[in-house]
């Protein structure tokens, strides 16, 4: 018996999902940094995209966007400790509603 946790990367390497897993990855993590450092900004902010080295954070309200865009260093700092795939920029876009 296996656990699910260690087929998983196998399974979406197998099957050309490596990718999608590593950006479900960093989603995860970027929810979790921002809870952590910036628990204001929990729900209003969310990583949706994640090549070519940046990761794009969608985020829902300019007073949101600018203090994601004041603490960058900060959580683009603990996004690159916390993942596997290398990521030298945020990219922020705000959501229109």
Do not use: F, N, S, Y
């Not at 998983?8 to 490596?18: D, Q, S, T, Y």
């Not at 999608?20 to 929990?42: E, F, G, K, S």
Request: aromatic content about 2%.
């Amino acid at each position: 018996m296996e656990r699910l946790a260690d087929l998983l990367p196998r399974i979406a390497r197998e099957h050309g999902l490596e990718e999608q897993l590593d950006q479900a990855r960093a989603a995860v993590a970027w929810d979790r940094i921002v809870a952590d450092r910036v628990p204001a900004a929990v729900g209003a902010c969310r990583l949706i995209d994640l090549r070519q080295d940046v990761a794009t954070i969608e985020i829902d309200m300019p007073i949101v966007a600018q203090e994601i865009r004041l603490r960058t260093p900060e959580l683009l700092a603990a996004l690159r400790a916390t993942v596997r795939t290398p990521i030298r920029q945020l990219r922020l876009t705000t959501r229109h509603v």
